[in-house]
Structure formats: structure tokens, C-alpha cells
């Protein structure tokens, strides 16, 4: 935040189903102490008409040169852009809060840059649910972390791993396991579709030791995460029946309360959870 006491700049990068709300709802005041000040898209005529009925109309910048003046950058693109908007922000300073957090395991340098350029990496729980238990396990031994999805195939449709396995889910009417791994090869297979998984493991054992189950599953409606953790302090179960975006199948409605929740968190003189 700024010294003089002003709100905190916020920049988002990407107005698609998760983006536009998230940027809709802090222009109407739903996060105090941040205010919207700049968004980027693919389509720059579609993002001016998008955010024209905003109360404070944002500028709408190149992704490159997104952060230039922001405090804090939420990242909603595709995952091939993902660099170009994480690299400059954590370059800048901010406060970087990224959806594609599967290119974290991906980029995993991002955590040192971040430390020397003062910037911090800020990870919305997203879909997932008790992420804070899984940190306080942490502190201690996991033994077994475990996450299993289930989601209709839609949600899954057009993931590199099902096209480079041949795997075709047309037509399907009984449920189908697609991915048996870890968390890395989730991350990799499933770009736009499981990033919980990468949540679970930089919050637990790491992308290795966290196994991933992926289940297309035409019998449920809802995008189903259930995660179970085995430590020195306990053991959990933990199941969200999360609904689909109406906008975009392959993320949850609660992604984008999720980030809403991690920028009030930002400003919030009452932080509840570890």
C-alpha cells in the first residue's frame, strides 16, 4: 500500500469468467483499501466494452506493461502467457496472484526472483478446500497427500494430455480415470483444468510426492475435489462439490470468490485462518 495511505493499485490480467467478476466486483467496492486501476485482454476492443459501465473505468493496458504502476496483479490468462505478465509483475514489486498456478512448478525460480525483488507470490485457495490445514500439517511430516477430481467431461475437454493419449471422452456414460500421477504431470497434462492440484502441493509435499487421480465422470454435474492428508499431527478428508462457471466449464463459480477472499485477506485488519 502506499505510504501516504491511498488504496492499493490493482491490476487484472485476463477478463474471462474468473477475471471480469473479480474486476466487477472491486470496482463496486467489494474489497475495501483496493482499488481497480488497470485490466488487460486478448481482445482489446472486447475488454474496452466489457468494463465501459465499470463506476471508475480501468485502463486497458498491453499484458507487458500491465503492472507498471500497480501494487497487486491477479493473473487469469492461458497458461502460455503466463510469463509475460508474472515475470514483469514480480519484477515491479507487487503482490502477484496467479490462477495458472500450475506454471509455478513449472517456473520454479519465480519463488527466488520474487524474495530478491521484494515481490510476494500470493496463491487463492481456489476450488480446493482446507489448504490451511495442509500448511500447518507441513510444518510438521506428511506422509500421503492425495487429491482425486472428478469432473463432467466438458470441464476436461481439450487438455493436452487426453489429446496426446489418444483419449476421447465423446459419448461417454460411465465414469472414466483419465490421470493416475503426481501433481507435476497433472500440472502439465491439465493446464486449465486441475491447478488445485499444484495448490495442494506447494501448500504440502511438493508436485512429486502429491498424487493426482483425474476422473472424467458424465454421471455428476459439479467439479468434484476430495483430498486426504496423512501427518505426524493427524489425518484429513476433505471433499468440495464445487459448480461449474456458467461461462467457462472448467473452472468452479468459487474461483472467483476465492481471489475476492485472498484480496481482502491483503487489507483486511482481521485475518482469520494460518
Known amino acids: 500500500m502506499d505510504s501516504d495511505g491511498d488504496s492499493m493499485k490493482l491490476a487484472v490480467a485476463g477478463l474471462g469468467a474468473i477475471g471480469l467478476r473479480v474486476a466487477r466486483a472491486v470496482d463496486e467496492g467489494a474489497v475495501p483499501g483496493i482499488t481497480l486501476t488497470s485490466v488487460s485482454a486478448r481482445d482489446r476492443q472486447a475488454a474496452v466494452k ?7 473505468v480501468p485502463e486497458v493496458r498491453p499484458l507487458e506493461t500491465l503492472c507498471e504502476g ?10 502460455a502467457e503466463f510469463l ?16 495458472s498456478v500450475g506454471q ?4 520454479p525460480g519465480l519463488s527466488d526472483r520474487a524474495a530478491q525483488r521484494g515481490a510476494r507470490i500470493v496463491v487463492p485457495t481456489g476450488a480446493l ?10 510444518v ?12 463432467p467431461p466438458a470441464g476436461l475437454a481439450g487438455a493436452p494430455h487426453l489429446e496426446n493419449n489418444g483419449i476421447s471422452l465423446d459419448g461417454l456414460t460411465q465414469p472414466l480415470k483419465v490421470f493416475d500421477g503426481n501433481a507435476l504431470g497433472a500440472a502439465r497434462g491439465f493446464p486449465a483444468n486441475v491447478n488445485v492440484a499444484a495448490a495442494l502441493a506447494l501448500a504440502g509435499v511438493g508436485p512429486q510426492k502429491t498424487l493426482v487421480e483425474i476422473w472424467a465422470d458424465p454421471t455428476i454435474d459439479r467439479n468434484v475435489q476430495s483430498v486426504t492428508v496423512v501427518s505426524d499431527s493427524g489425518e484429513a478428508a476433505m471433499t468440495m462439490n464445487n459448480i461449474p462457471s456458467p461461462d467457462n466449464p472448467r473452472t468452479g463459480r468459487i474461483v472467483a470468490n476465492s481471489v475476492i477472499a485472498a484480496l481482502r485477506r491483503l487489507t483486511s485488519p482481521v485475518v482469520i485462518g494460518s
Open 84 to 99: 509475460k505478465i508474472a515475470t514483469p509483475a514480480i519484477d515491479a514489486g507487487c503482490v502477484f496472484m496467479p490462477l
Open 129 to 138: 478446500i482446507g489448504l490451511d490445514t495442509v500448511r500447518a500439517m507441513a
Open 104 to 107: 509455478l512448478l513449472e517456473h
Open 70 to 79: 500497480a501494487d497487486v496483479v491477479v493473473e487469469c490468462v492461458p497458461a
Open 50 to 56: 466489457k468494463v465501459a459501465g465499470f463506476s471508475h
Open 140 to 151: 510438521g511430516e506428511i506422509t500421503q497427500a492425495r487429491l482425486t477430481t472428478r469432473k
